[in-house]
């Protein structure tokens, strides 16, 4: 059953609380499943190295696909991520730019052809799975994981 989660761990540096992962570790902690799907990023805003920002304008320019160990070794040269879109497909899909735009609008995770998605929003990570042992596994990863609405804007974190 597909299931919303938003991440939430900090950690304090002079008074101020800033996120205590990014992309690396949210893929890090789905494990091997990563691997078998084709990721389609979309509107990218993070910092790293020249290939991060290229890979950046192309995500601002409509999407960006990549192989579940090109999105493991980009997020490795990921330094901060400020927003966006990550969705996993077949790698057999055609239509990438639909399974985003889904996603995105929050409208249809559960019966898109999307396996896994995740959204970078300021102080959290919001990821949508269809496994419950990915659900698992992020809770055993991260301390601050609370379930939320998807259909709601902003994704409202279940009371």
């Known amino acids: 059953m ?7 761990d900090t ?8 996120l205590a992962f990014d992309l690396h570790d949210v ?4 494990g091997e499943p990563v691997r078998l799907y084709t990721w389609l990023m979309s ?3 993070g910092s790293g190295d020249e290939e991060i920002e290229a890979a950046a304008d192309e ?13 493991l070794e980009f997020s490795k040269r ?7 879109e990550f969705v996993a497909v077949e790698p057999s899909f055609e239509r990438p730019r639909a399974a985003i735009d ?12 999307a396996f896994i998605a995740l959204r970078a929003e300021p102080g959290r ?31 409202n974190d279940i009371p």
């Open 43 to 45: 509107g990218f805003e």
């Open 27 to 30: 893929l890090a902690a789905l």
């Open 59 to 71: 995500s601002r320019r409509g999407g960006h696909a990549a192989s579940g160990e090109e999105i």
């Open 125 to 155: 990570w919001v990821v949508s799975v269809k496994d419950d042992a990915l659900v698992e596994a992020l809770r055993r990863r991260f301390k601050d994981v609370r379930e939320v609405q998807p259909g709601l804007p902003g994704g």
């Open 2 to 8: 597909a299931k919303t989660l938003a991440i939430h």
């Open 102 to 113: 889904r996603w995105v609008a929050r409208r249809d995770f559960a019966s898109s052809e």
């Open 78 to 84: 990921v330094v901060q991520t400020s927003k966006g």
């Open 11 to 18: 950690r304090n540096v002079n008074g101020t609380d800033y």
